[in-house]
């Protein structure tokens, strides 16, 4: 069987740096922090005070009071950004078989806040189990799809990917295949993540997982700095639209890129920690690369996983060196996350957006927030320090990796018939 070829004719995001897509692309290419100090609580006893929330965002500038009040904030995230993704890719379903259109949907952990105000909620009463009834429907993690498919009548392939921070990176791998396999003609894809909440903040405080650079909380995600000091939590949701190439041809949809090859494996190490010399960073890269059937030195930019934590930081650039050999050092390298903080289960949508955006606008975007050098991490890697860099990007790869070992990668390209 031959495969179906994929492309992606839609992109949303809604990002600590932007709200849209054209608002994320210029907070990226114009090395813009979206971490400040926490609003959503009171943050006087936790150890990390600050994190990349969603600025001048109003749900109800989206939806109806009454849809979002059944959604937890994840679940609100995903409906902007895929609304943003559909109408970007000029689809009309109803000239379309909406049985051959899917959803699949990333997201690390769900609705966190749901959870943690309705058991606070209970704790407060008399021992009586008073819940609210869309508890569990706000709650569980296999919902944004639902939402999005019930809202514009999609009955094709339709679940969530659970896999940490790779989440995302996951769900359009498989919407990859299900597209190759000529299971479906067009998948509505991405991740969204809501964690900036008590229990999110508390939780990886107490892994020390967390920066707490609570003096200069723009200046505190720092991917290969040698002061770096854990990461800084985001929010958010991006959105995809992955379509077979000839369905999107024939409707004369604009075309962003190609997806070329998606790769996955584990560390089958550590539940948190990376493997030290980045085995399983370095497996999930072959992998994807043979997957697409190309040679390393076709890359141009690596989008990193590069959380600004002491350990992955040094791990993941161990792998690309193992991969890339020499031509580790043509590459362009970045962390966008040292601008958006780390979207945990969101984060591969939102930087395979950065991904094809560079390739777009011939664009890539800096890692920011780099003062001293690492002497762990080879001084001569060109890991876009500060500034956006001009380059004709043909191919790029985003790497995404998830507590328990979890690891994806997917590689994009500019399209040639």
């Known amino acids: 069987m031959e495969l179906k070829r994929v492309v992606v004719t839609g992109l949303g995001a809604l990002t600590p740096i932007g709200n849209n897509v054209n608002e994320y692309w210029s907070g990226l290419v114009n090395g813009v922090s979206g971490a400040a100090d926490i609003t959503y609580y009171d943050t006087s006893k936790f150890k990390t005070r600050f994190a990349c929330e969603l600025k001048n965002f109003t749900v109800t500038d989206y939806m109806n009071r009454k849809d979002a009040r059944k959604m937890d904030k994840f679940t609100q995230y995903a409906m902007v950004a895929s609304d943003e993704a559909i109408a970007d890719s000029g689809l009309d379903f109803d000239k379309e078989d909406r049985g051959r259109i899917g959803v699949i949907w990333g997201a690390g952990i769900g609705g966190l806040e749901t959870f943690q105000n309705e058991v606070l909620e209970y704790a407060k009463g008399d021992g009586t189990p008073r819940f609210n009834p869309f508890f569990i429907p706000k709650m569980i993690a296999d919902i944004a799809p639902g939402h999005i498919s019930i809202k514009h009548g999609l009955r094709g392939p339709n679940f969530t990917t659970v896999s940490a921070c790779a989440s995302s990176a996951n769900s359009m791998i498989d919407a990859l295949n299900y597209i190759r396999l000529d299971q479906a003609d067009v998948i509505v894809t991405g991740g969204s993540e809501a964690c900036i909440t008590l229990a999110g903040m508390g939780g990886f405080n107490a892994m020390h997982a967390l920066s707490t650079r609570n003096d200069d909380p723009k200046t505190a995600s720092r991917p290969f700095d040698k002061d770096r000091d854990g990461f800084v939590m985001g929010e958010g949701a991006g959105?995809?639209?992955?379509?077979?190439?000839?369905?999107?041809?024939?409707?004369?949809?604009?075309?962003?890129?190609?997806?070329?090859?998606?790769?996955?494996?584990?560390?089958?190490?550590?539940?948190?920690?990376?493997?030290?010399?980045?085995?399983?960073a370095k497996a999930v890269m072959e992998n994807c690369l043979r997957n697409a059937g190309i040679k390393p030195e076709e890359v141009d930019a690596v989008n990193m996983h590069g959380t600004s934590t002491p350990l992955g930081d040094v791990a993941e650039l161990k792998a690309i060196i193992a991969v890339f050999g020499e031509h580790a050092y043509n590459l362009n390298i970045n962390s966008t996350k040292s601008m958006t903080g780390h979207l945990l289960g969101a984060a591969g949508a939102i930087e395979s957006i950065a991904s094809i955006l560079a390739i777009k606008n011939g664009i890539v975007p800096p890692t920011i927030n780099h003062f001293t050098d690492d002497d762990q991490i080879d001084s001569k890697l060109n890991l876009t320090f500060n500034k956006a860099q001009k380059r004709d990007v043909k191919i790029a790869m985003s790497n995404t990796f998830g507590f328990g070992g979890h690891n994806a990668c997917v590689l994009f390209k500019k399209l040639e018939d």
């Open 239 to 280: 959105s995809l639209i992955l379509e077979e190439y000839e369905h999107a041809k024939a409707r004369g949809a604009k075309i962003y890129a190609e997806v070329i090859g998606g790769g996955l494996s584990a560390d089958a190490y550590h539940i948190t920690a990376p493997h030290p010399e980045g085995l399983g």
